[in-house]
């Protein structure tokens, strides 16, 4: 009887899994111009997501995305750029002077891309954003944050999720270099918190068409708090914690003019790290500032051009009750859509996964509708 009662509570669970499996996105909009969009330029938001059988839990897709996909080969261009502080900004292009759709560099469609809190122009989502891309004839660059690709940094600054100034004056050297070529942007991770702060402080008053925003994390109050979580600290808190100060420990010569480098080290959360490092890099009074300053969700209301967010409700960098749907709905510029499975940055698909996951097609055809549609969502 007990065996019996234990096989029908995990047939049970099971069928509840699967179902969840077979769910279609949720696509949140309170624009029907904009929803008619997508469903006829961008299809792949309203088709059903299937998850790699095998690994189709969030933590795990989490865990084994780096390792599984393919690293594409890309060439870059680097790019040193000077800030008003006197710091220097490493900037990553592929031109794509080989392009057959767009062979005059002066119109050629450019793509920013934006990695995540400690990633750069080598990982391998970017990567295949760049071969989505390129396929298309378009040009990308990468905006790697102060200190992170190898670049010494010139003042005791780095960066955080909060302070836009660095991708200020990236989006308006790009756009300098080619004002007469359509220009959008994709965020990933912190990128796309960084990229929708942005947004929200300029509204309308950018050179960018568009956006697209894959697993940011909403609320940083409900992200650092899931992530504190006994099996996420394990699997996840402590390792990030580890590569943030591996990212500043070559600096410390640097800045420890300004801080306590010691005490940075000894940090064993993310939080431990804001609240020692990041917040005082940028004079914030109390941690609890830093993380209200740098929630996306606070200022989602006045993006001002045409955005569209990729989630998975399982990603517990971004818990899915964190992300702000009502407040999406109030913004007709702001397209949500939400998977029941994907993890952070995941998205696995296939029996195999190694090449294209479902938020690469989510982005290919997202930026090819922009560039080659945009006139039908820019009137809206």
Known sequence: ?????????????????????????QLVSS??????????YCPVVTETYYPTIWCWEGRVQTLLRPFITSRPQVQYRNELIRTADGGQISLDWFDNNDSLYYPDASTRPTVLLLPGLTGTSKESY???????????GYRCVVFNNRGIAGEELLTPRTYCAANTEDLEAVIHHIHNLHPSAPFMAAGVSMGGMLLLNYLGKTGRDTPLMAAAIFSAGWNVFESVESLEKPLNWLLFNYYLTTCLQSSISRHRQMLEKLFDMDLVMKARTVREFDKQFTSVMFGYRTIDDYYEDASPCRKLKSVGI?????????????PGHAIPVETAKQNANVALVLTSCGGHIGFLEGIWPRKCTYMDRVFKQFVQAVFEHGNKIFSM
């Open 1 to 25: 009887m007990m065996i019996s009662t234990v096989i029908g509570i995990e047939a049970v669970r099971n069928i509840s899994a699967c179902r969840a499996l077979l769910e279609k996105p």
């Open 31 to 40: 624009n029907e111009r904009f929803c008619r969009f997508l469903e006829e």
């Open 126 to 136: 970017i990567l295949h954003m760049i071969h989505q891309s390129e396929t298309l």
């Open 306 to 318: 045409p955005v569209l967010c990729l989630n998975s409700v399982d990603d517990v960098f971004s």
